[in-house]
């Protein structure tokens, strides 16, 4: 039985990883035009769609600090999603260069959380295994501004 809850929580974890994913990109293609299209200036633009990356940047060493210092991966993970649902939240509701700002940020927090996953997946691995999460997770992680991310999964799973 413990097996099976396994198998069920690295599958769990990867189905989260996909949409997790998915709900962080599924936008970018499109804010650019869309925030041109509603009439915010070229600059507020170019600091909207700075302030993802700042924030990440900004953010990642203190919460992987934490997350080490605090063990409980699972919490982090998610604060990432409920991070990355707040700013689609956002996004809809208000003013798009507030929405997409405060957005931008919750994503990018979001983000920073990155290796929380990667820390929980390689966490259902005993020591000699975990050269394959390592591995896989390292494919994912490269994939995952791509449109293959979706047949790797797909690969991966079958």
Request: aromatic letters at 16%; one cysteine or more.
């Amino acid at each position: 039985m413990q097996r099976d809850s396994l198998v069920f929580q690295k599958n769990l974890l990867i189905a989260i990883v996909v949409l997790f994913w998915f709900a962080q990109y599924v936008y970018v293609p499109f804010q650019t035009p869309y925030l041109i299209g509603m009439q915010v200036s070229s600059s507020m633009v170019g600091i909207i769609i700075g302030i993802y990356g700042f924030s990440q940047m900004a953010l990642r060493m203190p919460i992987g600090i934490m997350a080490d210092k605090n063990g409980h991966h699972k919490f982090f993970i998610i604060v990432g999603v409920a991070s990355s649902a707040l700013a689609s939240i956002f996004r809809i509701l208000l003013s798009p260069e507030i929405g997409f700002f405060i957005g931008n940020i919750l994503s990018g927090l979001a983000s920073a959380m990155w290796i929380s996953f990667m820390v929980l997946y390689a966490s259902y691995f005993t020591k000699c295994e975990r050269k394959a999460p390592k591995f896989i997770y390292g494919d994912i992680s490269s994939l995952k501004n791509n449109d293959s991310i979706s047949l790797f999964f797909i690969v991966l799973y079958f």
